[in-house]
């Protein structure tokens, strides 16, 4: 007896799947730095010349031309910035935040982005918030305020550090987003998302080159078994997940969906890593991840509005 099982269910089991394992990825980045002294240099390099060629060869492999958007003048501009700002910088804070704190929390603050994109876009176009956006921003403060303190204004509880990269991790991902936008209308994802790794990647190779292999690193079967987690599941078949599910899903289904990606995080870090995690940081991650919700439903509405 066959199951048949429908386009929506096929996208509700990709997006979760993509979700959880770039929320799992972050955790096993965090073993690499804090117990096989791998550096986030290392890693973000690594990361995106081997994701970013094998997405290329996967575009390949479908028919798409992928040098077409070289011969772009605007667009060409658009992907070194997208490349070099936007892909790099979103990599190299979130696992800057990672090795100076713990993937959960870092996680968190990058999912703060739709939060940056929203205020940007208001500021942009000086028009009044909605009461949705307005709430929105109070729970994301709440929640962040909650993750780095426990509600104590006395001491942080996570690593200054830490929390500077986040929050320029999520600062980051909102001019990733914004940046790729127009190209977006023009070009395959797979396309951009590929190129821009291997831009990022690129650039941050003139500064940080993988080879030689550090010597203070702990090249065991585990390192090797972790890079490949974090460039293959966390990286390419997370991605390509995320995209497919779109066929079946709607953006904004998928946006809220993708929360799973902090929460796999947290439940990850908790148990394999026996990372803390109070009742009030707690509160915190659910308000962090309130907000993507009231920000999707609000442009779930705005969509299916007639023009």
């Known amino acids: ?32 730095f804090q117990e096989k002294q791998i550096t986030a240099q290392w890693l973000v390099v690594v990361r995106m ?28 501009v658009r992907l070194l910035l997208f490349g070099l700002i936007g892909m790099l910088g979103v990599q190299y804070t979130y696992f800057a935040s990672i090795a100076t704190g713990n993937a959960a929390i870092a996680t968190l603050l990058q999912y703060l982005a739709p939060v940056y994109v929203v205020l940007y876009d208001i500021v942009a176009k ?11 921003v109070i ?3 709440l929640g962040t305020f909650l993750l780095i303190t426990n509600g104590s204004t006395g001491e942080l509880k996570v690593p200054l550090a830490s929390v500077g990269w986040g929050i320029l991790s999520g600062i ?7 940046s790729s936008a127009q190209m977006l209308k023009k ?25 030689p292999l550090p010597e203070a690193v702990r090249w065991d079967e585990e390192t090797w078994l972790l890079i490949l987690f974090v460039v293959v599941f966390g990286t390419l078949f ?30 990850a870090s908790i148990a394999f890593l026996h990372v803390p995690f109070s009742l009030f940081q707690a509160i915190g991650a659910v308000c962090v991840i309130a907000t993507v919700f009231l920000l999707s439903s609000k442009k779930e509405k705005q969509l299916s509005q007639p023009t």
């Open 126 to 136: 000086r028009h009044r918030p909605a009461k949705e956006v307005m709430l929105a």
């Open 187 to 211: 070009w395959d994802s797979i396309i951009i998302v590929g190129w821009g790794m291997v831009i990022g990647g690129g650039g941050m190779c003139l500064v940080f080159p993988p080879f």
């Open 49 to 76: 010349m081997m994701a970013g060629s094998a997405l290329l060869l996967f575009a390949v492999c479908k028919w798409m031309t992928i040098f077409s958007i070289w011969r772009d003048g605007k667009s060409i």
């Open 238 to 267: 997370a991605f390509l997940l995320f995209v497919e599910s779109i066929r079946y899903l709607s953006p904004a289904e998928s946006s809220v969906l993708s929360s799973v990606e902090p929460l796999s995080s947290i439940i």
């Open 1 to 32: 007896m066959t199951v048949q099982v429908s386009n929506r269910a096929k996208g509700l089991m990709m997006v979760i799947t993509g979700a959880a394992l770039w929320g799992l990825s972050g955790i096993a980045a965090q073993v690499l």
């Open 172 to 178: 980051a991902l909102a001019f990733y987003t914004l």
């Open 139 to 141: 729970l994301a403060l």
